[in-house]
């Protein structure tokens, strides 16, 4: 019998977004028959959503070494996927407009020597003006990492999922989780379209994380955001790099085609129970104002549409990624606080390492389940 007939795989996979997908390909790749099921279409929220931002620059402490190792990983991604992602190294600038931006980015640029990395600098407003010459006239300098950059966060993950099936990896589409049976060796996976059984279980179900964790009585603090993004009319040629600021909320970036994608951390409202969102336009109107403060050349530019995604988000910004404390042969990896896309191809890596028992150097102790003294940790949450 075929896999998909048998139901019966070495690895189930819940959530077919870009963590979910990168986790099966690896698991593919080391020889693994493996299930993805995800309750909508792939890429429907977060993954789908984002504004594909490539970047080490200005990562929590504990992050970086992951974003290190995927900075690798994505300057041959074609190698590992069979497609470029659209991926463009660019580099990324956090803009200083004040003294006080200036000291905190010296701060910063200190800890991360601190720590043993140089990917960040601190530059001054001539190389400032070289990089982004129609930047506003008034900013002092910037946090400058040249490798980072973007990618399409579509076209990623439909490169990666293809990539998966070419390998063996079953994706469901329309099958949403009911329930968890633990069995002697393994874990019954209970579908409304039939249960799907595999030694090992990976929870990547992005903002639907949490219920997962609830069936396996692992309760954690995690809450749902959804981010916003618009994209203006195509324009002619302006802008390289990726900018952010040091004291505002924005993430701006013209991509290959023309358009100008606009991001910032704005939240819509979102209703769970629906699986919608809705666009808070008063907070869009600060984001826009953000960007004609930066490019004042955007004032009469268009924008042609905006959206959110549901996106999960952890009480420290650090994702979990780790072996469950309570449940044997279950694997997390989600809360990753609208800063997971540039890490998907290590998280993928690193998971498949340890599901098949051959842990590689990068440490997980920050990002563990049992950081959270749950009880505790949902009830402030709450």
């Known amino acids: 019998m075929t896999n998909a007939t048998a139901k019966i795989f070495d690895t189930v996979i819940v959530g077919g977004g870009l963590m979910g997908s990168s986790t099966a390909l690896q698991l593919a790749l080391a020889g693994q028959r493996v299930v993805v099921l995800e309750k909508d279409h792939p890429g429907r929220h977060a993954s789908g959503s984002n504004a594909g931002g490539l970047r080490r620059l200005n990562r929590h402490p504990a992050e970086i070494p992951l974003?290190?190792?995927?900075?690798?990983?994505?300057?041959?991604?074609?190698?590992?996927?069979?497609?470029?992602?659209?991926?463009?190294?660019?580099?990324?600038v956090r803009v200083a407009e004040s003294t006080a931006d200036l000291e905190m980015l010296q701060k910063r640029v200190a800890l991360v020597r601190s720590l043993g990395y140089e990917h960040e600098q601190l530059i001054d407003r001539d190389q400032l003006y070289r990089l982004v010459p129609t930047l506003a006239p008034h900013c002092l300098g910037a946090l400058y990492a040249a490798g980072d950059g973007f990618a399409r966060p579509y076209h990623t993950l439909t490169a990666f999922r293809r990539k998966a099936e070419s390998l063996g990896v079953v994706f469901h589409s329309g099958h949403r989780v009911q329930a968890l049976e633990q069995l002697a060796a393994g874990w019954r996976v209970v579908t409304e379209h039939g249960g799907f059984t595999g030694r090992t279980l990976v929870n990547a179900a992005g903002a639907w994380a949490d219920r997962i964790c609830a069936l396996l009585d692992e309760p954690v603090p995690m809450t749902v955001g959804a981010p916003m993004m618009m994209v203006t009319e195509r324009l002619p040629h302006f802008l390289d790099l990726v900018v952010g600021a040091a004291s505002r909320m924005l993430s701006f970036k013209q991509m290959q085609n023309g358009t100008v994608l606009i991001g910032g951390a704005h939240l819509a409202a979102h209703d769970m129970a629906h699986e919608t969102t809705a666009i808070d336009f008063t907070k869009l109107r600060e984001s826009a104002r953000t960007v004609r403060a930066l490019f004042p050349h955007m004032k009469s530019v268009r924008i042609v549409r905006a959206w959110a995604g549901l996106e999960a988000f952890m009480p420290d910004r650090l994702p979990v990624i780790s072996e469950s404390a309570r449940a044997p042969g279950v694997f997390h990896a989600f809360g990753f606080s609208a800063h997971g896309f540039q890490l998907a191809p290590i998280i993928g890596r690193i998971l498949a390492e340890h599901i098949t028992g051959r842990p590689g150097p990068l440490r997980l102790e920050a990002f563990r389940i049992e950081r959270f003294n749950t009880t505790n940790a949902i009830a402030e949450s709450q």
């Open 67 to 92: 974003a290190v190792a995927a900075a690798e990983m994505w300057r041959n991604i074609a190698a590992l996927v069979d497609s470029d992602c659209d991926v463009k190294l660019c580099g990324q």
